[in-house]
């Protein structure tokens, strides 16, 4: 599928009203796992001294199953789907997401000499337009 059609298929996704609950769903999930992130990423950094990228990888590596399980259920409700399929097309698009994240976090602290809790905060959020495209077309499509 060429760029242009996934845009066409956004534009005409945007006009039904069941996407937009969808989107809210989405959305508290993301917002349950923008919070295991910090959390298990706050933890790490300033209890165990881990180093930040170190800290974001495991806290992306928790946060993903939380979110696999509760999109995979609720959200996208695609419960009947193969669980196996849906987790490696899942676990690929928050790769890419959490390469995103991990590009902003390193600029954010290093380049614009951010400290790394309210960094990590920006760059999940830079990234999570991309999860959701990426899940809704994709993974549970």
């Not at 996407?19 to 923008?34: K, M, P």
């Not at 930040?52 to 999109?71: E, G, K, Q, S, Y």
């Not at 419960?79 to 991990?102: E, K």
């Amino acid at each position: 599928m060429s760029g242009l059609e996934y845009v066409q298929r956004i534009g005409a996704a945007a006009k039904q009203p069941a996407n937009w609950a969808q989107l809210l769903r989405f959305s508290v999930v993301g917002g349950t796992g923008y919070v295991v992130n910090l959390v298990v990423f706050a933890a790490l950094v300033g209890l165990a001294d881990v180093h930040h990228i170190l800290a974001a990888v495991i806290a992306f590596c928790v946060a993903v199953t939380n979110n696999f399980v509760l999109n995979r259920h609720w959200t996208f409700d695609a419960r009947d789907g193969d669980a196996g399929f849906q987790a490696v097309r899942f676990f690929a698009v928050s790769v890419a997401s959490l390469m995103l994240n991990l590009g902003a976090l390193a600029l954010l602290v290093g380049q614009a000499h951010m400290a790394d809790i309210p960094a990590q905060a920006i760059s999940v959020a830079i990234a999570t337009p991309f999860n959701f495209v990426g899940n809704r077309l994709w993974t549970f499509a």
